[in-house]
């Protein structure tokens, strides 16, 4: 398997960051346009809770569910159970800072399937469409948790 990896310090406080990713409401406020984010099932990250959510690339649906494991308060797994990769492991950890801020760390294990799905998620699943995601989310999770939006009010 692959693996992408991102670290970003957050200038908020642990509690308001791992509140802010501690929820399924964090989702749509971390998708990146032209994408958008339906959540269907979701709600506080709580050991073996499922999210259910639909990723549009334009008018192109991806479902996606993820199994939630491994729920510390510093650190959470989710797995997808179906879903357009062969595999996707993401693991966060959200760590206080002696100075207040808070350390976010990233890690994606994950594999593409093989033919028609697998040239459709290498398109939209690749190292550099992964850069830019999280990179956007890095920059929405320092943004709605120094301003208090969404899941970080």
Do not use: N
């Amino acid at each position: 398997m692959a693996v992408f990896q991102r670290s970003f310090a957050v200038d908020a406080p642990f509690d308001v960051v791992r509140r802010f990713h501690g929820s399924t409401a964090a989702i749509p406020w971390l998708t990146p346009p032209p994408m958008i984010a339906r959540v269907h099932e979701g709600g506080a990250v709580t050991e073996g809770m499922v999210a259910d959510f639909t990723l549009w690339f334009g008018p192109l649906p991806l479902h996606w569910r993820a199994r939630h494991r491994d729920v510390g308060d510093r650190a959470f797994t989710d797995e997808q159970v179906q879903g357009p990769m062969a595999e996707w492991v993401h693991r966060h950890e959200i760590e206080p800072l002696p100075d207040g801020r808070t350390q976010v760390r990233d890690r994606v294990e994950y594999a593409h399937p093989s033919g028609a799905r697998g040239v459709f998620t290498r398109a939209f699943m690749s190292a550099p469409a992964l850069r830019f995601l999280f990179g956007y989310r890095a920059a929405m999770t320092k943004l709605c948790c120094a301003k208090r939006w969404g899941p970080a009010a």
